[in-house]
């Protein structure tokens, strides 16, 4: 790609993935690679600036991680974010003393707007400073440009060296205050030029997956959702007909879900197009199955096994697309980070598969991002508008033992749910919602007879990236059709209940 690009070394924390979306709104091309990336990798991408991004550890506790010092003399701006300022910090010879907190809460920080870094902006701020350790020692040639008033250094610069530091991330999370300093590390120091867009990353990407595929042929694990729909059409454009896409119905879709697939990618899209039924086998295996790790592994190497199938079938197969986009990498953990959940295409895929290589074009895109890229592709709005759903279907959405009944069971209530926020008009206002069928049964009352029966939970949340979210505020009266509409058109449920947590700490669905 021949755009300027930023590169993020991550840490573990999640204000990588964060601080790459505001980037990328910026409009300059970033990647994230992990703190222990090579010298010499870093040095082939020739990056305009680096970011040193958050991260969970202490500075000065054992196994911290550390990048390679060399970093520094490679005459790249850089700028560190919370441990990354602290990190520079001592390797450059400062030291950080500890604070044994986890952060010091909202405060008031003065700016020195004669730094690059807060051109144009107020020269008092109210911001969270993030760390466990304050700058007792800096290193030679650098000064702070912000402070507490109260001797906490909350930013530190040798403008000479072009290095800079900050221990506050409000302009990092709040897209509302423009995000002035990313943007001024961005342009003022850097030089960036803001010419990434949706047509650029197009035209690399199809470029890239036809030097990949050369002249071999390509499977599509689609399932009709936007994610591995737009990977769909994007791997069409590069490669045309020699991409298969294979539909596994895995008896975990929702009402309706696997005809209404079909019937739009082999009757709109000049695609080729095979539908597989395996819910038989797929519940054969999940039988007795109840923690939702294993769930998802087993679904996951199933997928792959189905796939393999079908390329036998049809002759040599050489690679395998799959939709996975950026928050599914991040969530199945990665190096010095924690594992929120596998996802099944991409910690549940198999050791041994039987492809020459995956093929991942929407990797390192965040939803937001593939929605304007299947826009530019002519994807439909039916399918870009469609609700997200898990590659494991309703197999995450069953909590403990799946069966045909609690199938049935909660792709009613889910249907009914997703009809009624159509109805009241709220669909294009919530980013996902649906129903959870729990392990709990509860007594109710159904005339005069007492029931013992299922109970449903609604999820709804509003998010813009699916990094975070917040549960959403339905009015009650579209609660109560909902609730009402449930207990009363599906047999074997008594009580609903409504999620009021948002994520984090919670993750969007319950497994």
Not at 73 to 87: D, F, K, N, R, S
Not at 136 to 147: C, I, L
Not at 400 to 417: C, P, Q
Request: proline share 4%; net charge negative; hydrophobic share 40%.
């Amino acid at each position: 790609m021949k755009n300027d690009m930023v590169l993020i070394l991550d840490f573990g924390g999640r204000h990588s993935q964060l601080t790459a979306r505001r980037v990328r709104e910026a409009k300059v091309y970033c990647e994230i690679l992990p703190y222990s990336t090579s010298i010499s990798r870093i040095k082939n991408l020739n990056p305009k600036g680096i970011i040193l991004a958050g991260g969970p550890a202490s500075i000065n506790e054992e196994g911290a991680p550390f990048c390679d010092k060399e970093l520094f003399e490679l005459g790249i701006p850089v700028l560190g974010i919370c441990y990354g300022m602290q990190l520079m910090n001592v390797m450059l010879g400062g030291q950080v003393a500890d604070a044994r907190q986890e952060e010091f809460g909202k405060i008031g920080i003065r700016l020195d707007t004669s730094s690059k870094l807060f051109h144009g902006m107020d020269p008092e701020i109210s911001s969270g400073i993030s760390g466990d350790g304050y700058i007792s020692n800096m290193p030679e040639g650098f000064r702070v440009t912000a402070d507490t008033g109260s001797g906490l250094a909350a930013a530190i610069e040798n403008e000479y060296r072009r290095f800079y530091g900050i221990q506050f991330y409000s302009e990092v999370e709040n897209a509302a205050e423009d995000n002035k300093i990313l943007r001024n590390f961005l342009f003022e120091v850097c030089g960036c030029s803001d010419n990434w867009n949706v047509s650029s990353f197009i035209e690399y990407m199809i470029e890239d997956v036809r030097r990949k595929v050369g002249n071999g042929s390509v499977l599509c694990a689609l399932s009709g959702g936007v994610d591995s729909s737009v990977a769909a059409v994007l791997v069409h454009k590069a490669i045309g007909d020699r991409l298969v896409c294979i539909f596994v119905d895995h008896g975990l879709l929702r009402k309706n879900e696997a005809d209404q697939v079909e019937d739009i990618f082999k009757n709109k899209f000049n695609i080729n197009f095979i539908r597989v039924d395996a819910a038989d086998r797929f519940l054969k295996k999940l039988a007795g199955v109840t923690d939702p790790e294993r769930k998802r592994k087993i679904i996951g190497e199933e997928f792959i096994r189905v796939f393999e199938e079908q390329a036998n079938k049809l002759g040599t197969m050489d690679y395998l697309v799959q939709g996975t986009i950026y928050p599914d990498v991040i969530e199945s953990g990665g190096e010095n980070s924690a594992t929120i959940k596998s996802h099944h295409n991409v910690g549940g895929l198999p050791v041994n598969i039987q492809f020459e290589g995956i093929i991942e074009p929407l990797r390192n895109l965040f939803k937001n991002e593939v929605i304007r890229v299947g826009r530019e592709l002519g994807v439909p709005e039916e399918i870009l508008s469609r609700q997200p759903f898990p590659g494991p279907g309703l197999a995450v959405r069953i909590i403990g033992e799946i069966t045909r009944e609690k199938l049935e069971i909660v792709r009613e209530a889910d249907y009914i749910f997703r009809e009624e926020i159509a109805k009241a008009g709220m669909k294009n206002d919530i980013s996902q919602y649906f129903a959870v069928l729990t392990s709990l049964k509860s007594v109710g009352v159904t005339g005069s007879e007492r029931t013992y029966d299922n109970v449903i939970a609604l999820r709804a949340v509003v998010t813009t990236d699916f990094m975070a979210a917040s549960w959403a505020r339905i009015p009650y009266d579209v609660l109560d059709r909902v609730s009402s509409r449930i207990v009363n058109e599906v047999k074997g449920v008594n009580r609903v209940v409504y999620d009021i947590t948002s994520k984090p700490p919670a993750t969007i669905e319950w497994e």
